[in-house]
């Protein structure tokens, strides 16, 4: 395995009394595509939210590029090159598409600038004009450079979808977290998503860890699959090995692994 | 509309819409109109050379401040336009707080009480030329700006709501009650500055005065527009939105609210240094719960989250509260006329203005205006979004992702 | 600060009429989330409502409160369904504005129909004191207490036990649900809003004697009112109650405290409050909401 952009090493969670994440240890490589599969509850979104910092593990370990996410506060995520999308998408509500792309690009400029800002400085201005050039850019593969001037929540639902992603994209990660990405899609679309998301890393030069519930899209999209089961690891490997492991099998019998969830 | 990224202010209509007032004004009518009727005819001017340019309608918040250069001749309405100006220049600072930022701010009067304050003691104690005074003002209320945002982030919604009302309710009683500083109930008096050498000739005190306040409006919207249009005035909306994709994008919440409070907090600062210096006398129960309330009804009769709601939210609201007159019936009772007195017609506007144009004023004139949506529903209609169905069929985007046409599917929903 | 059990008992009087208006509050917050600002000036028409009946048209008190208690009643009601519910569905600082607008309104409506003059109401309770554990408590005192505890006690029992209240926690937790099960949310919001201006104006008649009654005597309550119920926790009527209590005592203690005095006792009050709040930023009795991404 070459150097991984994400390492879990032993990362706990308890919420109360339960434990949500068990010890967990994976990795994802450079320009790799990651599945978290699991049964509900397993602690697919926890470990989710411990690397974009909102939950903090108890135990363990968070590396990214040399760096322990653990010690860094949630806002400083996005300038280490880790973006991602939300089940729910979050768009913001008062801005236009443009807007919202450009408002991904937060983390491009490292201070605030305020004094800059209130005197639109030369230095500000280039900077701006930057960023619209690249949200076009971004726009444009996404197809919907039309929704430019639209707010994007007002936009239909599949639109919106795209809308997340290239707000995450467009701060050009090293690292893209899916939340659910097939949530709501219907068969069609589902089909064209795994090309869009290999289209995603060869394009932008990403790799991606996707939570999702839908086990047969993981598996033909997915270079390396990880399985929680009641926040532990119980598999780690190619999707082919993975798919014959009998405690995957084991995890998955009796829950129904269903096609639209 | 592309324009909105590039972001230069239309200066041709800002020209035409002032020059079209100048008009009204000057030719037009023989007698000088009332001081809001000409903002209000400058704003809609604004809007339309706006629109017509395919231009953003919040560049027309400039519009308003243009022609009143021009009034200032006829010294009628001068006092009264300045104080607008004023009122609008602190509620543009709410604004960046509440409107933008989301943080529910019910103590905003007090910082303009402290400006007020801090141009008072330094001029009439200290001598100090009032000008001069006017940065110190709002550098101090910032800095007690700042104080309340880095306590207000603990807060949230109507916590923060209570918090600042108490900001609100104390705050006169302690200026009140260290009178070694604020002379207590007798307040302070400052002599209003003479205009300078070169101006004396043909200004008299009150323009001066309206100059001076008109320079520093211009100063406070295109600073404001600097800020808002840019990187920081996404952040702040993003936090707004959506605390927890703002995170994502990248933004320290915790700085930007606090940067809200504290830039918000001086243009208070400034309104009220200039207060003290158009006014002449500072007071501490001038500056009370009361006042703060008038400027969140400014901004939102005028628009949250426009540079112009605040311009035009100050016009209404002083027109309101300073002209409605008491409603009388002709019917008696008992040998008493039946009337509704000035401050319950005040409310009763406020309230209908917030039902019937819940987006402020502002609002009729933006896109999916309430205009709109109110003569769809006299019409009975639905709201369409075909255009959305036409874009779509412009052109076929190269990667779909599409889902079925529902906006709310069950599945997402948290 | 001495702990002196008159002041004590002083401040858990007054402290009983914050927490009639902190309850009327909550009542409004949990189950439409708006912070109505109009509570202490809707409770001080009432008063003047009572005051009319009591001293213009010469009732018996007790009739004249009763008649108060129900013109408050109807008013909150028609408040409700007429300034509300129009803007119930628009982001909350609208219906600031509107509350704040109401406040405004009804304010102007008091000093139009009865004046700015401070208007002497007697108080229902004899004037003596009971002597008790070394301390005289004034009968005043314990009859605002005591009447206002009751009044809480009828509120707690309409939620806990009748169908009403059943029907008002179903509209308060889940909206859809009991729309779907048949329960009129209009209805049940209109009662709602009814039921906390009626808390409101037994809160202002009991008041009236001591607070002197003037279009603006509720204002400082609303402030103590507020402070109590986000003590309280914002959602929890009993918490609310409680806090008024706190904020009651505390007031008077603080206020006896030499260098601070009464001109400063409302800022140190707040200090007070803040503090709670910094450490507590869910109040004593709130629970921490989760945010869920």
Same mark, same amino acid.
């Given at each position: 395995?070459?150097?991984?952009?994400?390492?879990?090493?032993?990362?706990?969670?308890?919420?109360?009394?339960?434990?949500?994440?068990?010890?967990?240890?994976?990795?994802?490589?450079?320009?790799?595509?990651?599945?978290?599969?699991?049964?509900?509850?397993?602690?697919?979104?926890?470990?989710?939210?411990?690397?974009?910092?909102?939950?903090?593990?108890?135990?363990?370990?968070?590396?990214?590029?040399?760096?322990?996410?653990?010690?860094?506060?949630?806002?400083?995520?996005?300038?280490?090159?880790?973006?991602?999308?939300?089940?729910?998408?979050?768009?913001?509500?008062?801005?236009?598409? +443009?807007?919202? !792309?450009?408002? *991904?690009?937060?983390? @491009?400029?490292?201070?605030?600038? #305020? &004094?800059? %800002? =209130?005197? $639109? /400085?030369?230095?500000?201005?280039?900077?701006?004009?930057?960023?619209?050039?690249?949200?076009?850019?971004?726009?444009?593969?996404?197809?919907?450079?039309?929704?430019?001037?639209?707010? +994007?929540?007002? !936009?239909?639902? *599949?639109?919106?979808? @795209?809308?997340?992603?290239?707000? #995450? &994209?467009? %701060? =050009?990660? $090293? /690292?893209?977290?899916?939340?659910?990405?097939?949530?709501?899609?219907?068969?069609?679309?589902?089909?064209?998503?795994?090309?869009?998301?290999?289209?995603?890393?060869?394009?932008?030069?990403?790799?991606? !860890?996707?939570?999702?519930?839908?086990?047969?899209?993981?598996?033909?999209?997915?270079?390396?699959?990880?399985?929680?089961?009641?926040?532990?690891?119980?598999?780690?490997?190619?999707?082919?090995?993975?798919?014959?492991?009998?405690?995957?099998?084991?995890?998955?019998?009796?829950?129904?692994?269903?096609?639209?969830? | 509309?592309?324009?909105?990224?590039?972001?230069?202010?239309?200066?041709?209509?800002?020209?035409?819409?002032?020059?079209?007032?100048?008009?009204?004004?000057?030719?037009?009518?023989?007698?000088?109109?009332?001081?809001?009727?000409?903002?209000?005819?400058?704003?809609?001017?604004?809007?339309?050379?706006?629109?017509?340019?395919?231009?953003?309608?919040?560049?027309?918040?400039?519009?308003?401040?243009?022609?009143?250069?021009?009034?200032?001749?006829?010294?009628?309405?001068?006092?009264?336009?300045?104080?607008?100006?004023?009122?609008?220049?602190?509620?543009?600072?709410?604004?960046?707080?509440?409107?933008?930022?989301?943080?529910?701010?019910?103590?905003?009067?007090?910082?303009?009480?402290?400006?007020?304050?801090?141009?008072?003691?330094?001029?009439?104690?200290?001598?100090?030329?009032?000008?001069?005074?006017?940065?110190?003002?709002?550098?101090?209320?910032?800095?007690?700006?700042?104080?309340?945002?880095?306590?207000?982030?603990?807060?949230?919604?109507?916590?923060?709501?209570?918090?600042?009302?108490?900001?609100?309710?104390?705050?006169?009683?302690?200026?009140?009650?260290?009178?070694?500083?604020?002379?207590?109930?007798?307040?302070?008096?400052?002599?209003?500055?003479?205009?300078?050498?070169?101006?004396?000739?043909?200004?008299?005190?009150?323009?001066?005065?309206?100059?001076?306040?008109?320079?520093?409006?211009?100063?406070?919207?295109?600073?404001?527009?600097?800020?808002?249009?840019?990187?920081?005035?996404?952040?702040?909306?993003?936090?707004?939105?959506?605390?927890?994709?703002?995170?994502?994008?990248?933004?320290?919440?915790?700085?930007?609210?606090?940067?809200?409070?504290?830039?918000?907090?001086?243009?208070?600062?400034?309104?009220?240094?200039?207060?003290?210096?158009?006014?002449?006398?500072?007071?501490?129960?001038?500056?009370?719960?009361?006042?703060?309330?008038?400027?969140?009804?400014?901004?939102?009769?005028?628009?949250?989250?426009?540079?112009?709601?605040?311009?035009?939210?100050?016009?209404?609201?002083?027109?309101?509260?300073?002209?409605?007159?008491?409603?009388?019936?002709?019917?008696?009772?008992?040998?008493?006329?039946?009337?509704?007195?000035?401050?319950?017609?005040?409310?009763?506007?406020?309230?209908?203005?917030?039902?019937?144009?819940?987006?402020?004023?502002?609002?009729?004139?933006?896109?999916?205006?309430?205009?709109?949506?109110?003569?769809?529903?006299?019409?009975?209609?639905?709201?369409?979004?075909?255009?959305?169905?036409?874009?779509?069929?412009?052109?076929?985007?190269?990667?779909?992702?599409?889902?079925?046409?529902?906006?709310?599917?069950?599945?997402?929903?948290? | 600060?001495?702990?002196?059990?008159?002041?004590?008992?002083?401040?858990?009087?007054?402290?009983?009429?914050?927490?009639?208006?902190?309850?009327?509050?909550?009542?409004?917050?949990?189950?439409?989330?708006?912070?109505?600002?109009?509570?202490?000036?809707?409770?001080?028409?009432?008063?003047?409502?009572?005051?009319?009946?009591?001293?213009?048209?010469?009732?018996?008190?007790?009739?004249?409160?009763?008649?108060?208690?129900?013109?408050?009643?109807?008013?909150?009601?028609?408040?409700?369904?007429?300034?509300?519910?129009?803007?119930?569905?628009?982001?909350?600082?609208?219906?600031?504005?509107?509350?704040?607008?109401?406040?405004?309104?009804?304010?102007?409506?008091?000093?139009?129909?009865?004046?700015?003059?401070?208007?002497?109401?007697?108080?229902?309770?004899?004037?003596?004191?009971?002597?008790?554990?070394?301390?005289?408590?004034?009968?005043?005192?314990?009859?605002?207490?005591?009447?206002?505890?009751?009044?809480?006690?009828?509120?707690?029992?309409?939620?806990?036990?009748?169908?009403?209240?059943?029907?008002?926690?179903?509209?308060?937790?889940?909206?859809?649900?009991?729309?779907?099960?048949?329960?009129?949310?209009?209805?049940?919001?209109?009662?709602?809003?009814?039921?906390?201006?009626?808390?409101?104006?037994?809160?202002?008649?009991?008041?009236?004697?001591?607070?002197?009654?003037?279009?603006?005597?509720?204002?400082?309550?609303?402030?103590?009112?507020?402070?109590?119920?986000?003590?309280?926790?914002?959602?929890?009527?009993?918490?609310?109650?409680?806090?008024?209590?706190?904020?009651?005592?505390?007031?008077?203690?603080?206020?006896?405290?030499?260098?601070?005095?009464?001109?400063?006792?409302?800022?140190?009050?707040?200090?007070?409050?803040?503090?709670?709040?910094?450490?507590?930023?869910?109040?004593?009795?709130?629970?921490?909401?989760?945010?869920?991404?």
């Amino acid at each position: 395995m070459t150097a991984s952009t994400l390492e879990f090493d032993g990362v706990s969670v308890a919420f109360g009394g339960v434990r949500a994440l068990d010890d967990v240890s994976f990795s994802v490589g450079e320009r790799e595509i990651v599945g978290l599969i699991g049964p509900n509850g397993a602690g697919k979104t926890t470990a989710f939210n411990c690397v974009s910092r909102f939950v903090r593990p108890q135990r363990g370990r968070l590396l990214a590029g040399g760096v322990d996410l653990t010690s860094v506060a949630p806002h400083e995520i996005a300038a280490l090159g880790i973006a991602r999308t939300f089940q729910g998408l979050e768009l913001f509500k008062s801005m236009t598409v +443009a807007e919202t !792309l450009l408002a *991904g690009q937060h983390s @491009r400029r490292r201070t605030m600038g #305020a &004094l800059s %800002s =209130a005197l $639109r /400085l030369p230095s500000v201005r280039r900077a701006e004009a930057v960023e619209i050039a690249h949200a076009r850019e971004v726009a444009d593969f996404f197809s919907i450079e039309q929704y430019w001037d639209r707010m +994007a929540t007002e !936009l239909p639902y *599949g639109v919106q979808k @795209r809308v997340d992603i290239a707000r #995450a &994209l467009v %701060s =050009a990660p $090293r /690292l893209l977290l899916l939340d659910e990405p097939a949530a709501g899609l219907n068969v069609e679309a589902l089909a064209e998503l795994a090309t869009v998301i290999r289209t995603i890393r060869a394009e932008f030069n990403t790799a991606v !860890l996707l939570v999702e519930h839908h086990v047969a899209m993981v598996m033909e999209l997915c270079d390396r699959v990880c399985v929680l089961n009641f926040g532990r690891v119980i598999a780690d490997g190619r999707p082919e090995e993975v798919q014959r492991d009998p405690a995957v099998i084991e995890a998955y019998l009796g829950t129904k692994v269903t096609d639209d969830a | 509309m592309r324009s909105v990224l590039h972001g230069h202010p239309r200066l041709v209509g800002l020209v035409i819409s002032a020059l079209v007032t100048w008009l009204l004004n000057e030719v037009l009518f023989p007698t000088p109109l009332n001081g809001y009727l000409v903002v209000l005819f400058a704003y809609v001017g604004g809007v339309v050379v706006a629109r017509l340019s395919r231009g953003d309608h919040r560049y027309a918040a400039l519009g308003p401040l243009v022609p009143l250069v021009f009034l200032a001749q006829n010294s009628i309405g001068v006092t009264e336009l300045t104080q607008i100006l004023i009122l609008a220049i602190a509620a543009l600072g709410l604004d960046l707080i509440t409107g933008w930022t989301g943080q529910l701010n019910l103590a905003q009067g007090i910082f303009i009480g402290l400006g007020a304050y801090v141009t008072a003691i330094l001029a009439s104690k200290h001598g100090w030329p009032i000008l001069l005074t006017l940065p110190l003002a709002g550098l101090v209320a910032a800095a007690a700006g700042l104080l309340l945002g880095v306590l207000a982030l603990r807060f949230d919604g109507v916590y923060l709501a209570v918090l600042t009302s108490a900001v609100a309710l104390a705050g006169p009683v302690l200026l009140l009650h260290y009178k070694s500083i604020t002379n207590g109930v007798n307040g302070i008096i400052v002599n209003q500055p003479q205009p300078p050498g070169a101006f004396a000739d043909w200004l008299d005190t009150d323009q001066w005065g309206y100059y001076v306040t008109v320079v520093m409006a211009i100063i406070a919207v295109c600073i404001s527009w600097n800020l808002l249009s840019g990187r920081i005035g996404r952040a702040l909306r993003a936090l707004r939105d959506s605390p927890i994709a703002a995170k994502g994008i990248g933004v320290d919440l915790t700085r930007y609210k606090v940067l809200a409070f504290a830039v918000g907090s001086f243009w208070a600062g400034l309104a009220g240094g200039l207060y003290a210096m158009t006014i002449g006398f500072v007071s501490a129960d001038s500056f009370g719960l009361f006042y703060s309330i008038q400027f969140l009804t400014i901004i939102v009769v005028g628009g949250l989250s426009t540079i112009s709601g605040a311009f035009v939210g100050a016009v209404v609201i002083y027109e309101l509260s300073t002209n409605v007159q008491t409603i009388g019936f002709a019917t008696t009772v008992n040998g008493v006329a039946l009337s509704i007195p000035q401050a319950a017609v005040y409310a009763i506007l406020l309230i209908l203005v917030v039902i019937f144009a819940p987006k402020g004023i502002i609002g009729i004139f933006s896109d999916k205006s309430d205009w709109s949506r109110l003569t769809q529903r006299l019409r009975g209609g639905h709201n369409r979004s075909t255009d959305v169905v036409q874009a779509q069929a412009d052109r076929p985007p190269i990667v779909r992702l599409d889902a079925p046409e529902d906006p709310h599917p069950a599945i997402t929903s948290y | 600060m001495h702990l002196d059990l008159q002041l004590i008992t002083s401040g858990l009087a007054i402290g009983s009429v914050y927490g009639s208006i902190a309850l009327g509050l909550v009542l409004i917050y949990r189950s439409t989330g708006i912070l109505n600002f109009a509570q202490g000036e809707m409770a001080t028409f009432s008063t003047y409502i009572g005051w009319s009946f009591v001293v213009s048209v010469g009732m018996p008190y007790w009739v004249g409160f009763l008649l108060a208690v129900l013109a408050a009643f109807l008013l909150g009601a028609v408040v409700e369904r007429v300034a509300i519910r129009p803007v119930q569905n628009q982001p909350h600082l609208t219906v600031v504005i509107v509350t704040l607008g109401l406040f405004l309104l009804f304010n102007a409506l008091s000093l139009k129909f009865w004046h700015s003059d401070v208007r002497p109401f007697r108080s229902p309770f004899p004037s003596g004191s009971v002597h008790v554990l070394g301390t005289y408590i004034s009968w005043v005192s314990i009859g605002i207490f005591g009447v206002s505890l009751i009044s809480m006690a009828f509120v707690g029992i309409v939620f806990r036990f009748t169908k009403v209240g059943l029907a008002m926690r179903a509209v308060t937790s889940n909206p859809m649900a009991s729309a779907l099960m048949g329960i009129s949310n209009g209805r049940i919001l209109s009662l709602g809003w009814g039921l906390s201006a009626a808390v409101g104006a037994i809160a202002g008649m009991l008041a009236a004697n001591r607070l002197l009654l003037d279009p603006n005597m509720m204002q400082g309550v609303l402030l103590y009112a507020f402070a109590a119920a986000v003590i309280g926790g914002m959602t929890s009527p009993v918490g609310a109650v409680i806090g008024g209590l706190v904020m009651g005592v505390t007031n008077a203690l603080v206020s006896s405290v030499s260098w601070i005095g009464s001109d400063l006792s409302l800022a140190a009050t707040f200090i007070v409050l803040v503090l709670i709040l910094l450490v507590r930023p869910q109040g004593l009795f709130g629970r921490q909401i989760e945010v869920r991404v």
